[in-house]
């Protein structure tokens, strides 16, 4: 199994790069296009150039979690180091400064604890699922509140909203690949619940969603104590 996801892994990194430096070239030459003088008569230019370089952006998307995903496939156990998760979340809401700050968000936390695992890869899983919470917002400002429990010969961790939740028929389809839920405002390719899936089973976790319709949604995590 670890040398298919490893082969896999091998081929999804390549053609992300391949897609992005296409990417690049078709968004460049437009943006070109679209400040040339001799095309500034037409009259829906802007317009058509808008969705060229939008569905740049979204392909650039795709490519990014694909990338994701294969860097996911290629988790050692054999290399883990203990990984303080205080210090994980602390260094993605930093990161996401700017995102909490635009939508008004409020993200709270608990001490964390340490475990072992690939500090790279835990850190995705914190930002997927915050960013997912900011996305999947409802009218009101978002509010994210992160807590960790010890369970036996595991740690339980929590990451819950305030948003507009999920009907219980879909819990398990948001971890599906570009799966996206009817009406939510969500950009990307659909691909960050599946990429922290794949992340927390390569660490002998599982990963799952509670949630009720109009009052938040909790996604629940477990790794090995």
């Not at 078709?26 to 569905?55: K, M, Q, Y």
């Not at 604890?113 to 835990?122: I, K």
Request: proline share 4%.
């Amino acid at each position: 199994m670890l040398v298919t996801d490893l082969a896999a892994s091998g081929f999804l990194l390549r053609m992300c790069h391949d897609m992005k430096t296409s990417l690049r070239a078709i968004r460049a030459h437009t943006e070109l296009l679209a400040r040339s003088p001799d095309l500034a008569g037409i009259s829906d230019l802007g317009e058509r150039v808008g969705f060229i370089v939008e569905g740049t952006k979204r392909v650039d998307l795709l490519a990014d979690g694909l990338s994701n995903f294969s860097l996911a496939l290629e988790i050692d156990r054999e290399a883990f180091q203990p990984v303080a998760m205080n210090v994980m979340l602390r260094s993605v809401l930093g990161k996401m400064d700017q995102e909490i700050r635009s939508n008004d968000a409020m993200v709270t936390y608990e001490a964390l604890p340490r475990v072992m695992g690939d500090p790279d890869r835990l850190i995705q899983v914190f930002e997927h699922l915050v960013r997912n919470a900011l996305q999947h917002r409802g009218e009101a400002a978002p509010e994210v509140r992160i807590t960790a429990e010890k369970h036996d010969d595991h740690w339980l961790f929590a990451v819950q909203d305030r948003g507009p939740g999920v009907e219980g028929a879909y819990l398990e389809t948001i971890f599906k690949p570009f799966e996206r839920l009817h009406g939510r405002r969500h950009g990307g390719p659909g691909l960050g619940l599946t990429v922290c899936r794949a992340i927390v089973e390569r660490h002998g976790g599982r990963i799952w969603a509670e949630s009720q319709v109009g009052n938040g949604t909790t996604v629940f995590f477990t790794l090995p104590a």
